[in-house]
């Protein structure tokens, strides 16, 4: 069974900076695109930012220009550079296939305040 860790989640001042990391289980990551998602208080989950296999990425608007997607097939993890962080981006941050196909991990917490 695959197992999603997420790790690198806290507490950070509006512009500050953050890099989530997602570790898998086993190795689903050298053919699977792989999704970041995010899920505020009150809210639906949403997609972030996806990465395909080869490293291509996109990006909610909201986001674009500041959250950068990246990957380590050889490490099964995917990494999230938050930079600019904004009291919107406070949420419990998941990752997961894209789409998403395999059960939720636990996520990572961040929260932007000052």
């Known amino acids: 069974q695959v197992q999603l860790v997420e790790s690198g989640g806290g507490l950070v001042q509006p512009g500050g900076s953050l890099r989530l990391s997602c570790a898998a289980s086993?190795?689903?990551?050298?053919?699977?695109?792989m999704g970041w998602y995010r899920q505020a208080p009150g809210k639906q989950r949403e997609l972030v930012a996806a990465?395909?296999?080869?490293?291509?990425?996109n990006y909610v608007d909201s986001v674009k220009g500041r959250f950068t997607a990246s990957r380590d097939n050889a490490k099964n993890t995917v990494y999230l550079q938050m930079n600019s962080l904004k009291p919107e981006d406070t949420a419990v941050y998941y990752c997961?296939?894209?789409?998403?196909?395999?059960?939720w991990g636990q996520g990572t917490q961040v929260t932007v305040a000052s």
């Open positions: 997961n296939t894209y789409p998403a196909y395999y059960g």
């Open positions: 086993r190795s689903i990551f050298s053919w699977n695109a």
């Open positions: 990465i395909t296999s080869d490293s291509s990425t």
